[in-house]
C-alpha cells in the first residue's frame, strides 16, 4: 500500500530542509510508493522558499496556506488531498523518532483504522519537569472525561486508513476560530473511538524538539472548546457528532 505522508510547519526553516531530507530518506527505505507533501502553515520565514526547492525533488509537494498559523486546521485541509491509501503525518522538530516509521506504516497494512505512537506505553519521554507534569494531566483528564482507552493523545506521529480519516475529518469540520488549537489531535482519536474504529497504540522513543512552540498560557485557552465538545457527545449519543 502506498503512503501519504505529511510534514506541518510555521516557521521552522532552521531546521526544515535537514529534517524533510531524514524523512524523505526513511521513506525512500520503505520499498512503497509515496508522497511527502510539506504543509506550510503561513510562514513568514523562509520557508516558503525552501518549501518550493524541495518539492522539486521526486515526490515531494509543498502546500502553503495563508490564513494561518491554524495549530492543525490547516494540516486538516492538506490531509484530505492525500493521495494515497495510507495517510500519516509528523511534528517537523522529529521528536519521535524515526526509527518507528516502518511499524507506524504496518500497523495500517495490517488492518487497523489509526495507529499513534506514545510516550507513555513502557518508555520514558525526555522532557522538562513542567511539559511533563502538564502532560500527564491532560492525558489523565481526558481518559477519564471522555473514556478514552488512549494513554497519549497528543504524540504527532498518526498514520490512519484513508478512508476512516476522511470520515473523521468531514465530522469534526473546519474551525475557522483556531480555539480547537493542538486538541484536534485527541478530538479526533475520541471520535474514532466513539465510531468504533480500531485505534493500535505502540510505544516510542520521544524527546522534546529544539523547535517546540509549546505554551501552557496558551494551551488553556482550549478549555472552553473542550467542555462544549463534551457536551456535543451527550447530545448526540452514539450518532456521529457535528
Not at 27 to 47: P, W
Not at 133 to 149: E, Q
Not at 234 to 239: H, I, V
Request: hydrophobic share 40%.
Amino acid at each position: 500500500m502506498a503512503v501519504s505522508f505529511f510534514l506541518p510547519f510555521y516557521n521552522e526553516a532552521r531546521i526544515l530542509e535537514k529534517n524533510v531530507l531524514c524523512i524523505y530518506n526513511e521513506l525512500l527505505k520503505l520499498k512503497k510508493d509515496f508522497e511527502l507533501v510539506l504543509v506550510d502553515d503561513s510562514s513568514t520565514d523562509n520557508c516558503p522558499k525552501i518549501g518550493q526547492k524541495l518539492s522539486k525533488k521526486k515526490s515531494i509537494r509543498y502546500l502553503r496556506f495563508d490564513n494561518g498559523p491554524s495549530r492543525r486546521e490547516n494540516l486538516a485541509l492538506a490531509l484530505k488531498e492525500a493521495r494515497y491509501e495510507i495517510v500519516a503525518f509528523s511534528d517537523i522538530d522529529l521528536s519521535t523518532d524515526l526509527k518507528y516509521l516502518p511499524r507506524l506504516i504496518n500497523e495500517i497494512s495490517k488492518g487497523v483504522d489509526i495507529a499513534t505512537g506514545s510516550r507513555y506505553l513502557s518508555i520514558k519521554p525526555k522532557r522538562g519537569v513542567l511539559r511533563a507534569i502538564y502532560s500527564t494531566a491532560y492525558n489523565s483528564f481526558l481518559r477519564f472525561y471522555f473514556s478514552s482507552r488512549v494513554k497519549d493523545h497528543q504524540c504527532g506521529f498518526k498514520a490512519f486508513r484513508k478512508s476512516a480519516l476522511i470520515s473523521l475529518l468531514e465530522e469534526m469540520r473546519y474551525d475557522k476560530s483556531f480555539r480547537r488549537g493542538w486538541f484536534w489531535d485527541a478530538e479526533l482519536l475520541i471520535r474514532a473511538q466513539k465510531n468504533g474504529l480500531r485505534v493500535s497504540e505502540f510505544p516510542v522513543n520521544w524527546k522534546t524538539g529544539s523547535s517546540s512552540t509549546f505554551e501552557i498560557s496558551r494551551e488553556i485557552l482550549i478549555i472552553p472548546y473542550i467542555f462544549k465538545f463534551k457536551e456535543k457527545l451527550k447530545r448526540y449519543k452514539g450518532r456521529k457528532v457535528k
